[in-house]
Nanobody
């Protein structure tokens, strides 16, 4: 059973930065695809960024150049560095683990960008 725990969310002013973390347990972490998704009120959950086991990354157009996804396979942890945050980045952010045993989600962490 894979267990994911996100942390690092909070309230930040426009233009500010936050770093989210997703710690995984019970996982062959180094070989699976990990991703960050977000869901704003009244909207569907959307992919923000993903990172494959080999380190290849991809980003939603809305966050390219502002967000950076990374992973530390020695710590079974994935990160999302978010810079130049905008009010439209406000959402609950979830991490997702996609491996041979299926997809697993964390509980989510709230990010609010507001002055």
């Amino acid at each position: 059973q894979v267990h994911l725990v996100e942390s690092g969310g909070g309230l930040v002013q426009p233009g500010g930065s936050l770093r989210l973390s997703c710690a995984a347990s019970g996982s062959d972490f180094s070989i699976v695809t990990m991703g960050w998704y977000r869901q704003a009120p009244g909207k569907q959950r959307e992919l923000v960024a993903a990172i494959l086991g080999g380190g290849t990354t991809r980003y939603a157009d809305s966050v390219k150049g502002r967000f950076t996804i990374s992973r530390d396979n020695t710590q079974n942890t994935m990160y999302l560095q978010m810079n130049s945050l905008k009010p439209e980045d406000t959402a609950v952010y979830y991490c997702k683990h996609s491996g041979g045993s299926g997809a697993y989600w964390g509980q989510g962490t709230q990010v609010t960008v507001s002055s």
